[in-house]
């Protein structure tokens, strides 16, 4: 009787263990965007990047503006290993398809890369820092 018991006690133990790796391994699955959230200001003018939300699939609601709005088609964010990257598709007068590809940098809270404007054929290095309130 008593083995029965300890053989119950030790799989019970083994099943809380099991299902907490498994919480803890779907946990990671889920990448945390939450640091992309805010407003972004390009370093070399005025050009912004407002990011309202990121889900945890990395779809993005992002404006651009110039510093009136421009129409962001696509943006998103994803994981790469511990990097965090963000790319966002403009499609306006002036912006035919002109792309940001930025790297999240959260030493620096920075968001860098390069921007290859189409409209110029003309690739940029760009970073962009978080906007205090007003900018």
Do not use: E, F, Q, S
């Given at each position: 009787m008593k083995t029965t018991h300890r053989t119950l006690l030790f799989l019970s133990?083994?099943?809380?263990?099991?299902?907490?790796l498994n919480t803890l391994a779907l946990a990671q699955d889920k990448p945390d965007f939450s640091?992309?959230?805010?407003?972004?200001?390009?370093?070399?003018?005025?050009?912004?990047i407002e990011i309202q939300s990121v889900n945890a699939g990395g779809q993005m609601q992002a404006a651009y503006y110039n510093p009136k709005p421009i129409n962001v088609s696509q943006a998103e964010a994803k994981r790469s290993g511990a990097a965090v990257t963000v790319f966002i598709e403009l499609r306006g007068p002036g912006y035919p398809g002109s792309t940001y590809t930025l790297i999240y940098d959260p030493k620096s809270d920075e968001l860098k890369g390069i921007y290859p404007h189409a409209g110029l054929q003309q690739d940029f290095d760009v970073v962009f820092v978080r906007g205090k309130a007003g900018q």
């Open positions: 133990i083994g099943l809380t263990l099991l299902i907490a640091a992309l959230k805010g407003r972004w200001v390009r370093t070399d003018g005025g050009y912004v």
